[in-house]
Antibody
């Protein structure tokens, strides 16, 4: 069974970098695409981006200038860095496996999710 | 930007049928998925590719699509179905992709 577990600081100072890790078990991180999604206190879900098994990335244009995603194949982990954070970045952050099927139209959906980790941006 | 619009809330009595809609301009040419989220838990996929149900999801959950609207139908609603439901789709081109979620609908079982 595929399981994902997010980890990282629960409190980040404004203007600093939010760094999270997602440890994957039950699946090889090299064989699938993986995503970060966040949910604000108002409960809206926002796709941050995903990284394909090829290593290529797609980011939400609204966050693209501040986001970097990477994978560590040796640890079967996915990482997120979000720079220059503000209070608006306070949210529960989820990692998820994203199914990507090219075609017309292409198909994207999230079949496994981590439990999520709350990150608060405050001094 | 691309938006998906859902009603904030839907209420039904146990045993009745609940229908939750999601509207978006790109839906005629993009697939949609649906997620169930209970308080304090991560979302769970209940429908993908407009109408497909993952293994382990009860048959009372079904999806449909018509024009710019997709619909999640829960037939014979049970108390355990009370949750927030989110639609999700994509706006993609040859050079870019944007995955989006609707604002969510709270299903209340009276």
């Amino acid at each position: 069974q595929v399981q994902l577990q997010e980890s990282g600081p629960g409190l980040v100072n404004p203007s600093e970098t939010l760094s999270l890790t997602c440890t994957v078990s039950g699946a090889s991180i090299s064989s699938f695409s993986w995503s970060w999604i966040r949910q604000s206190p108002g409960k809206r879900l926002e796709w941050i981006g995903h990284i394909h098994d090829s290593g290529s990335t797609n980011y939400n244009p609204s966050l693209k200038s501040r986001v970097t995603m990477s994978v560590d194949k040796s640890k079967n982990q996915l990482s997120l860095n979000l720079r220059s954070v503000t209070a608006a970045d306070t949210a529960v952050y989820y990692c998820a496996r994203v199914v990507v099927i090219p075609g017309t139209p292409p198909l994207y959906y999230f079949d496994y999710w981590g439990h999520g980790t709350l990150v608060t941006v405050s001094s | 930007s691309y938006e998906l619009t859902q009603p904030p809330s839907v209420s039904v009595s146990p045993g009745q049928t609940a229908r939750i809609t999601c509207s978006g301009d790109a839906l005629p040419r993009q697939y949609a998925s649906w997620y169930q989220q209970k308080p304090g838990q991560a979302p769970i996929l209940v429908i993908y590719r407009d109408t497909q149900r993952p293994s382990g999801i009860p048959e009372r959950f079904s999806g449909s699509s018509s024009g710019t609207t997709v619909t999640l139908t829960v037939s014979g609603v049970q108390a355990e179905d009370e949750a927030d439901y989110y639609c999700q789709s994509a706006d993609s081109s040859v050079t870019s992709v944007l995955l989006v979620f609707g604002g969510g609908t709270k299903l209340t079982v009276l």
